[in-house]
């Protein structure tokens, strides 16, 4: 019972902190977002299967890295690793804040404002939250898919001279 109150809890105080989150980096990565967005929307399959090898790429080098340290005894490599999931982190957090607003987007066509990322996270959140098809379906469809439109925009020929 302790477990349901706690969850009950949890639940709101996580979507509220996400809410916050995915509405400052929309305000202060704007381009961005717009961009990656597009980028999501219109290319979903790429977006997927680009996310796709780089998280594969990214999370064998990271253990290679740390099996390096490891057999080497040079444990300062293990930074390495560490800045590599950082930067994986990072490019994931984007990605979800994109897809917080694909998915608003959908929920609320000609939506203005808040309203559709508000509305994009709670469904994201809850949707993720889903035991076992949101654990291990949507929550990593979505985190692929936002990379994969995050990773497009950030080395896309288009943007080379836009900053």
């Given amino acids: 019972m302790n477990q349901l109150i706690g969850l009950l809890v949890a639940v709101p105080l996580l979507s509220a902190t996400l809410v916050g ?3 400052v980096m ?3 990565f ?3 977002i717009a961009r990656t967005c ?3 929307e219109t290319q979903a399959a790429r977006s997927f299967l680009v996310g796709l090898v780089n998280l594969v790429f990214v999370g064998a080098l990271i253990s290679a890295v740390i099996a390096l340290a490891d057999n080497t005894g040079l444990d300062f490599v293990i930074v390495l690793a560490v800045l590599l999931a950082a930067v994986l982190a990072i490019a994931a957090t984007f990605g979800l804040a994109v897809m917080v607003q694909v998915v608003g987007a959908r929920l609320m066509p000609g939506g ?3 309203r559709p990322a508000i509305w994009g996270t709670v469904a994201l959140t809850l949707g993720c939250l889903t035991p ?4 291990f379906g949507l929550l990593p469809y979505v985190v692929i898919r936002g990379l994969g439109a995050f990773v497009l925009t950030l ?3 288009h943007q080379r001279g836009a900053s």
């Fill in 21 to 23: 989150l995915f509405i």
């Fill in 26 to 28: 929309n305000a202060l």
């Fill in 30 to 32: 704007t381009p961005w």
């Fill in 38 to 40: 597009q980028a999501a």
């Fill in 112 to 114: 203005q404002g808040l």
């Fill in 132 to 135: 076992y098809v949101g654990w």
């Fill in 155 to 157: 080395f896309g020929k």
